[in-house]
């Protein structure tokens, strides 16, 4: 066996070992059956380099210094047969585990603690206990005003969220089911963001589930790196359009020509019957996760390096996602104008919705 069979037995193995990435696969065999058709220049490859745009920033530039509010002097004032949940709360928080509470876990926490404040409150209100009542809301007035930062440093320390925000390999899978458990989750985290500190966040038991949706799902990364090839995948696609128009017509006397009929065909079985429902699948998702990072963005007392990071993922204007809004928006409107100017789109008399077998 010569060097080159070698090499390339080399190539092919390392090839297999590596999982396939079936979203980006489905772009390029579109782009390259659209170029053949048009007969224009391939399409530009998507260079995976471009997600670098999309890291998350360090850390330590998302998290915020929270002053520590002490209240262990309470166990000394509190009368733990008549707030024992304020008492069970101080105690934990005061033992070793209590000290090495998680983000996660201090958000519940947080929520947990200030529930039995009030309830102690109520209580001693009844009993004309005035002096511990006032130092109780005090304490649970400055508590309140911590929960947004406790919100946000909960998302950013936590790697479920940054798992679920960071661009993964590989595009979303074609075949990919519904990830509504993550979808829900990114929801859920955004509604009681949004609705501190009015709203006091849920236990642990609630909240847990909601991170490990995130952590248990793949398809957080993979959109945005679906988003980002479709964008440059679809803007090509609207550059050969444009160029084989620009410089040789399909259809110089606006009748059909052959020419016009095979690229017909690619509109018809590559691009409506194969690339569309893939566009159709991301935008769907798209729409509830761009949502859910609008809203989150508008939390209160959002590090400024977490807002702008979501503006670039989701803002209304130069963002991921109103990129690849954008992008679908004018790669229709190519397809219209080149179909019209033949005859050959849906409603003309030229239309042929049914593509024929033979591969282009």
Known sequence: MNFRSLLLLAVLSLG???PADDGLALQVDY????????????????????????????????????????????????????????????????????KQLTPSSRLAYEGDLLRALDD??????????????????????????????????????????ERYLRFADQALPPSAGEDNAALDALAQLAAIGGALPATLPPSAEQLDPLFFALHASDQGGQLISSLASLTH?????????????????????????????????IFVKYYAGSLQPYLAQVDQQGQAWSRSLRALSEVTQIPPATRQYLQRLSGPEASLWADFQQATARHVRSWQELLNSCGLAPGQSGWNGNADSVDQ
């Open 16 to 18: 297999a070992c590596a």
């Open 31 to 98: 782009l390259q059956r659209l170029s053949n058709a048009l007969d224009v220049e391939s399409a530009t490859a998507f260079d995976s380099s471009e997600l670098t745009r999309y890291r998350l920033p360090a850390r330590r530039d998302r998290l915020l210094n929270i002053a520590e509010v002490r209240i262990s002097l309470l166990d000394l004032l509190v009368d733990a047969r008549h707030c024992p949940a304020l008492q069970q709360q101080i105690s934990l928080r005061n033992n070793s585990l209590g």
């Open 120 to 161: 102690c409150s109520a209580y001693l209100r009844s009993q004309d206990q005035q002096p511990l009542r006032n130092t109780l809301e005090q304490l649970a007035q400055e508590k309140r005003a911590q929960l947004p930062g406790v919100f946000w440093n909960a998302l950013n320390a936590s790697p479920e969220v």
């Open 233 to 265: 995948s679809l803007n090509q696609g609207s550059d050969m359009l444009k160029i084989r128009q620009q410089q040789r017509p399909l259809c110089p006397t606006g009748g059909a020509t052959e020419r016009g009929r095979i690229v017909q065909n």
